[in-house]
């Protein structure tokens, strides 16, 4: 008995773009075997984002950075509704 594809939903092929493009073991796992995701080998894949080399934290650290806020706060800080407070100084 043959096996016959069926054609994939938009609403599936986006799903499987958007983690194609986000995760490299996931994007490997189906240039290898795209039979199994139900899509032909010949379907062009949208372009992988790089793989993120900062933590969240050095993220938030920068992005307050850039706006003259104070993040580098240790780890007894507290918080007013104007200034915040860490280790006794004003930021």
């Known amino acids: 008995m043959p ?27 189906l ?26 934290v050095e993220l938030l650290n920068n992005a307050l950075g850039e706006l003259d806020i104070a993040a580098e706060c240790a780890s007894t800080c507290s918080s007013g509704p104007i200034t915040a407070i860490c280790d006794g100084t004003t930021k």
């Open 3 to 29: 096996t016959t594809l069926e054609k994939p939903s938009v609403a599936y092929l986006e799903k499987l773009f958007h983690q194609t493009a986000i995760d490299s073991e996931f994007r490997s796992e």
């Open 31 to 56: 240039q290898s075997h795209p039979e199994a995701f139900g899509i032909s080998a010949d379907l062009e894949l949208p372009q992988s984002v790089e793989k993120q080399d900062e933590s969240f």
